[in-house]
């Protein structure tokens, strides 16, 4: 059964930079396989989509608050997809999963659709 890690989270400043990475690891698949996803929780919130990105790489899908600041990528050969997290905000602060799917892009904006899922990685944004 593939397992995910995340790191890369760490603390900054409102309008600094993080780099998320999410490394798989196991299974009988590569990342070509699946469809692979970003979601984080916020205290007291529901999990909320943050970005996916299709098994090809060519579809990649963001949520509108962190479109145009957020940038989601994939390296198959390394087993590990990535979040370049920009301009980030206070509201950005959340635990951040990464999961994956073998559902078809379309649907891939429900956590639903996702079987595997990371621990999660804390991002604090501070003012």
């Known amino acids: 059964q593939m397992q995910l890690v995340e790191s890369g989270g760490g603390s900054v400043p409102a309008g600094g930079s993080l780099r998320l990475s999410c490394a798989a690891s196991g299974g009988s698949y590569g990342l070509s396989y699946y469809t692979m996803g970003w979601f984080r929780q916020a205290p007291g919130k529901e999990r909320e989509f943050v970005a996916h990105i299709s098994w090809n790489g060519n579809i990649k899908k963001y949520t509108a608050s962190v479109k145009d600041r957020f940038s989601i990528s994939k390296d198959n050969n390394a087993r590990t997809v990535y979040l370049q997290m920009n301009s980030l905000k206070v509201e950005d602060t959340a635990v951040y999963f990464c999961?994956?799917?073998?559902?078809?892009?379309?649907?891939?904006?429900?956590?639903?659709?996702?079987?595997?899922w990371g621990q999660g990685t804390q991002v604090t944004v501070s003012s």
């Open positions: 999961a994956a799917s073998v559902s078809g892009s379309e649907s891939a904006f429900s956590s639903a659709a996702y079987t595997t």
